[in-house]
């Protein structure tokens, strides 16, 4: 990007009233010892726009200059350990996810456990400004200043073009906003459409602005928003030839390092534009996956926040790769902090003109192989027919018991599979060790289900 770097946003707080909490925040964080506290954001935002239009393309290499500046009022809220002693000097600065209409975000059980601080930027205009209906499944939203406007009724949003500026505005002021906490590393992370966006930003403003250590893009398409402000069902619109409005690669400057980490459901999305691994990006695909297998359990958030919740889709993919999440999230904390890489994997074997390759297992070749794949029971995908919702949950078939019986003699057998396909993930660097026992007992409870 050409121009000056941007300013930092101006942070007020922590914000009491309105209903109590932070929209959108776990209710338990004080299990683990943490705090939450929120904050109002002030600023004025730059857009970003192309030199030219041939300046934004698919290689990701794109030649922007700061667009219009609008005024902006919008939040921030930061978990951090309550006790000092436990910060481990890492913040993850999370852009939350407004697919459904609102904010979407916490900090996990693990970055909890392993005293990570955390910060969630409303950084578009829909989780303030709200939105009509937009198919089934996409009710319209309020957005904040109705849903508590005792707490948000002075949140404006001047639209998404500002978006990346507010983004880097906040990252500044997270390191005001710790309680005396002093970070040692930032680091950026973003899922599914915010990944979209957070693809984006690297592209645009991240050689520019420098402000983050490290990048963690999770269930990324393989699609950057196109500057100025690229539609989402543009970005997503079939092209032909397996592009679509927004594919493109991320710029790796070999400035700090970048890591994707994806499910089986964005393969084919990514396809056209694979990158290589280098010394400051890694691009990890797990195969079997679905895209939505990472997200917590959001039941008791959307209880709180008077959100419906959706029962369990029929034959819902049931690999949960949580812990593939875990393991990933610590490997970029060393390679930003320390240079250690982490390790690179094979990919999933895919085509645009023959799609993803299967095995003998039903399952899909290559990629990181969980030992659901490794001690297969059953054929899981990442994606399904149906509406894009229900393709995102993707979907998991157990095999008859005839072919269940053919492959193992019982349950002593599976779990000697199962067993040894942990270890090679361990060796592998994919399991950490507080997620080793409960990957483990995985195994034992699909055996208690299937040999009885």
Known sequence: ???????????SGPVTGGRGWAFGSPPDVGDYGYVIEE?????????????????????????????ERAGYRTRMYVARPADPARFNGVVIVTWLNVTAGYDLGAPSAH???????????????????????????????????????????????PGDRYSYDIFTQAAR?????????????????????????????????????????GYFLITHWGLCVYPPDQPLMVTFGPLGDGFHGGSSAISDRGRVPILVLNSESETLHNVPVRQPDSPTFRFWEIAGAAHVGEVPDLTPMQAREGLPVFPPAKNANTIDWTWVRNAALDHLARWADAGTPPPSFPLIEASLEAGIHHDDTGNAAGGIRVPELEAPTAVHSGTRPGNPLEALIGQTVPYPPGQ???????????????????????????VLDADLEGLRQRGRKTAAGLWR
Do not use: K
Request: charged share 20%; with cysteine; glycine share 12%.
């Open 404 to 430: 269940l019986a053919a492959r193992y003699a019982g349950a002593a057998s599976y779990l000697r599979e199962w067993d040894a396909a942990v270890d090679r993930a361990r060796g592998r660097g994919l």
């Open 39 to 67: 904050f109002l954001l002030d600023g004025v935002a730059q857009s970003y726009e192309p030199v030219q239009p041939a300046a934004i393309g698919r290689d990701g290499r794109w030649a922007v200059r700061p667009g």
């Open 111 to 157: 970055e909890m456990r392993g005293g990570y601080a955390w910060a969630g930027v409303t950084a578009q205009a829909v989780a303030v400004n709200g939105q009509p209906a937009l198919a089934p499944g996409f009710p319209a939203t309020p957005g904040l200043p109705r849903i508590d406007p005792g707490r948000y009724g002075t949140l404006h949003h």
């Open 173 to 213: 002021a997270v390191r005001r906003s710790l309680g005396g906490l002093t970070p040692r590393l930032v680091i950026a992370s973003g899922a599914s459409q915010s990944a979209a966006r957070l693809g984006a930003y690297i592209n645009m403003a991240d050689d520019q602005e420098r402000c983050f250590d």
């Open 1 to 11: 990007m050409t121009g000056r770097r941007t300013r930092t946003a101006a942070a």
